[in-house]
Structure formats: C-alpha cells, structure tokens
C-alpha cells in the first residue's frame, strides 16, 4: 500500500518470501499522517485522517491512496470491493452501492500522456448527524437590540443527565477543576451542550444591519481545531461582510434560504479553545449584511437564521415562536423612535449653527 495503511496485518504465515502489507479480507485502512516517508506516499494522500471543507481549504478537502491486490485466483477482471463502511471517526456515514463508473484517467510525463486504468468503481456516503450522535453537540441561542428578551438553547438540547454529587456529567460553578474523569466533560447548563452559537441582532441602518456571531465551547478538556459554521440564513442573497472570520457563500439546490460558511483567520482564531474555571472558550465576528429594500423586515424573526450546523452537525434550533419579536404595537418602541428622531433633528440644526 501507499497513502494508508491496513491496522491490521493478519495471518500471513502462508507467505515465506514478499509477506503482503495485509492479509485480511476486511481491512480497516486508516490515513496517514503529513509527515510520511516520501516512498509510503501517493497523490493527494496523507492528511492524517481529517478532510477539510471543500469551500474552506480545496487542497485539503480529498484524499487518496493506492493498493495491490494479489491472489486473485486468476481473476482477470477483479473484484469490486464489498460492504464499504466508512468512519470519520464514528458512526454517521452510509455508503451505497459500489457502482462501476467511467475509468480514472491520469496524466504521466508532465502532462504530455493519458493514462487509463482497467476498471473504476464509486460509491457514495452520505452523513447524517442524527445517526453519528443520538442528541445534537451544539444549539442556538437568539438576541436582539429591540428586545430585552434572550431566547436561550431548549432545555436539554443535548440530553440532560441526572444531578449527581461527583462531577461525573458535568462541572457546576465554584467547582474544583482537578482529575477531570473525562475529557469530554462539560459545564453544568441548562441546554448540556458541548457548543452553543449565539446570533446576536446588533444594529439595523438604512441600508445595512449588523449582527454578532458567537462560538462558546463549554468542553473543559477538548479544543476544536479548524473548526467551521454553516449559516443558512435569508439574508445571505445579499453581499455580506464578517470581519473576525473568513466567510463565503456557497451554492443551494432547493433550499428557500442561502447558505454562508463561516472558518477562523491563521494565527488567529482556527482554535477554538476549551472552557476553564475563569471563562468559556469562544471565537466571535461581527457580521455587515445589505439590506434587500424589497423584503427586509425584522418582524416575525426574519432577522434569525434558519439553520446553524458546527463542523457539520446540525444545532438544535430554538421554536420559531420563541424568537424574539419587534415590539411594533409598544408605545415604548414608539416614543424611543420619537425621541431618536428629535435628537437627529437637534444635531442637524446645531450643526447647521455652527
């Protein structure tokens, strides 16, 4: 093999001489890492196991690896392989049927030849969080700057677990951070998540409006390294800015709203670190979004996204009704207005004085 390895070897006490790298008929075949020897490597290999976002890092986002299979039992048109399973790192994937499709061409001698091979098969996995993890890892919690009301992650959002006195499940305030028993334990919340994203309504001009984003881990022994967001959210048809994170929009086939992603700077917030006894870990943007004139409105919790996933897992979402609403029937909102219009109309004039 080159680009992987099989972690298993198996019984390979038939061979005396050139023993295979594997001799199993099912063999687990894992990455390698970025620093393998020039002479175990092939073409796009080696990532260590992690594929990045397409949208986020293309050269990282595939991989390969190559192996000789012998022992065919004179077999001149080989076997596909059979029960392909695939685990990044758990369960969550489904692949379907290995499926003969059109031979891989590759280019030799510096692009001047094609080559061909023999036979090609694919078969494609599909993720889905609700079968990688029995509860979400993540939930949503909203705010805005027109409501006092905070919409918070539901209640246990990711499970919620039995209140014990030892710090099995996860740690109180005040408590001693010492001889952790698990590295995935998180602080004691109402939601028990490991991440909670907060989108936060900050401001709304005549032809902009600016929201906060905000990432908090309240793992307290787990970093998140290159982590990513996926927004899906209306506003997103428009030309939008975020100035602590890189961000692009990516293509929709039958989705009603559009879809941002949303990734760390280098050297400066790719980590997203865990929580200790002081303060949650958290990386955070603002967020500069055009208006459309023909359909923006911040009533009815437009302003709110539809869908936040964290490095592809599906957040639970609070209820739409829980959102929080522009007050547009309180005499307080109102007079606010009032009072905002009078004070431009004062600077105005006292400029216009001077």
Known sequence: MSGAFAIQQGNCSSFKFQVPHSCKIDPVIVDLMPDA??????????????????????????TSFEVTVGNLEQNSTGYKPLNLIL??????YTCGQVMDTTPTVSSVIGGRREEQVFRTWKSTCTYSSYLANKTPVCCVSLSS????????????????????????????DGSILS??????????TDHMCPLRIHW????????????????????YGKNYSDWNVLVQHPGF?????????????LPSIGVPEEVAIFWGKPFYNTELLQADKDQLGSVTTEILLQKDSKSFTLSNGWAFPRT????????????????PMLPNGSPAFHCQFILHLIAVYLTYRIFVWF
Not at 179 to 188: A, F, K, S, T, W
Not at 201 to 209: L, R, S
């Open 237 to 249: 048809g428009q030309p939008a800015t975020a100035y602590s994170f890189n961000s692009t929009m």
């Open 200 to 219: 936060h309504i900050e401001n709304n001009y005549m032809n902009h409006w600016r929201v906060k984003l905000t990432v908090s881990n309240y793992n």
């Open 37 to 62: 020897l020039p002479q175990n490597r092939s073409d796009g290999c080696c990532h260590g196991g992690i594929l990045a976002a397409y949208a986020v890092h293309p050269s990282m986002s595939n």
């Open 179 to 188: 001889n952790l028993p698990d590295d995935d334990i998180v602080q004691c």
């Open 87 to 92: 685990t990044a790192p758990g369960p969550g």
């Open 145 to 172: 700057f027109y409501n006092p009301k905070v919409t918070s992650c539901p209640s246990c959002s990711c499970g919620c677990k039995v209140a014990e006195r030892l710090p099995t499940s996860c740690i109180r």
């Open 308 to 323: 936040i996933y964290f490095n592809g897992e599906n957040c639970q979402m609070p209820l739409p009704d829980t959102f």
